[in-house]
C-alpha cells in the first residue's frame, strides 16, 4: 500500500512541477545562461548527496537504537517524533533564518 501511494505523490509531484514550469516559462521573457544552467545542476548534485547521505544514515540509526534494546514500535515511535519534529521546526528555523 505504502509503494502505491509514494508512486502516486511521486506523479503528482512530477506533473504539478511540470505544470508550473511550463507556466513560468510562457509567462515570463528570460533567457537562461550557461552560468545559470551549472549552478543548476551543481545545486541540484549536492542536494541529492546530502539526501542521500540523510537516507543512508536511518539503517544505522535503527541498528543503534536496537542496541540500546529499545524494542521496534519505540524505535517506530523515535523516528515518526524525529521527523514529525523535523518538520516542525524546520518550517520555522528555516524562515527565520531567511529574515
Not at 545562461?33 to 544505522?60: C, E, H, K, M, T
Request: glycine letters at 8%; charged letters at 10%.
Amino acid at each position: 500500500m505504502w509503494a502505491i501511494t509514494l508512486g502516486v505523490s511521486a506523479v503528482l509531484a512530477a506533473a504539478i512541477s511540470h505544470m508550473q514550469y511550463r507556466q513560468w516559462s510562457e509567462s515570463s521573457d528570460h533567457e537562461e545562461s550557461p552560468q545559470l544552467r551549472s549552478f543548476q545542476l551543481n545545486y541540484f548534485i549536492v542536494y541529492l548527496l546530502a539526501n542521500g547521505a540523510d537516507w543512508l544514515q536511518g539503517p544505522y540509526v535503527y541498528a543503534l537504537y536496537e542496541q540500546y534494546g529499545h524494542d521496534k514500535d519505540a524505535i517506530a515511535i523515535l523516528f515518526i517524533c524525529g521527523f514529525f519534529s523535523s518538520m516542525l521546526f524546520g518550517t520555522f528555523v528555516g524562515s527565520l533564518a531567511d529574515i
